[in-house]
């Protein structure tokens, strides 16, 4: 079995490589989450590297126990930290091996691999995280059939383009793997495709 926590730092390093190459407008540029940035999303992904456990507590109290609270409050302040300091969190052995309470690897996993392409599918550049690490996050999403997410994927035949890889049966939605991460984490494409949210 594939050791996924050995998939978290090239993620991060190959995220990192990109923004360092990019135009500084890059990070200011929008992201597949609503109303973030590229900084947002950087700054969010990497509260580990900077947050102790108990500097997270105190954060998820004072935001009431609600973690997208949370996660928009550091993300709207860590936003606008140096970009060398988002650089070396990046980079930071402690950002590789952490795995989020109750997630494990394939949790930190996920969190890289998805974030990544929240910023990488609006920039139209390649994924950064390698193919099979994003084929593993796609197996994670369609295990659990949409419902981290709240996607729903009944009737639905997912085919990556760029790899063997499909699920399901039904109506094909075929794109490359990464953007079918992003569909399954409940993003909306540039090109304007979603798939349908459900309540559950």
Avoid: K
Wanted: net charge negative.
């Amino acid at each position: 079995m594939t050791d996924l926590q050995s998939f978290v730092a090239p993620t991060y390093h190959g995220l990192a490589d990109l923004l360092a190459s990019a135009p500084a407008e890059t990070w200011d540029a929008p992201s597949l989450c609503a109303n973030w940035q590229v900084r947002h999303v950087i700054a969010h992904v990497t509260m580990a590297a900077r947050l102790t456990p108990e500097q997270f507590g105190a954060e998820m109290a004072a935001a009431g126990g609600d973690f997208t609270v949370l996660s928009d409050t550091v993300a709207a302040c860590d936003a606008s930290l140096p970009l060398a300091d988002h650089m070396d969190a990046l980079r930071s052995p402690l950002m590789h091996a952490w795995r989020p309470p109750g997630g494990g690897a394939a949790g930190a996993l996920s969190h890289a691999v998805i974030h990544s392409l929240d910023i990488t599918v609006p920039l139209d550049r390649p994924a950064v995280a390698p193919r099979d690490a994003v084929v593993a996050v796609l197996d994670q999403l369609t295990a659990a059939n949409g419902a981290y997410f709240g996607v729903e994927l009944t009737g639905l035949r997912l085919d990556a383009a760029d790899t063997d890889w499909s699920w399901g049966s039904g109506d094909a939605v075929r794109a490359d793997s990464g953007h079918l991460v992003a569909l399954l984490s409940g993003r909306t494409l540039p090109d304007g495709r979603a798939l349908q949210r459900v309540d559950r």
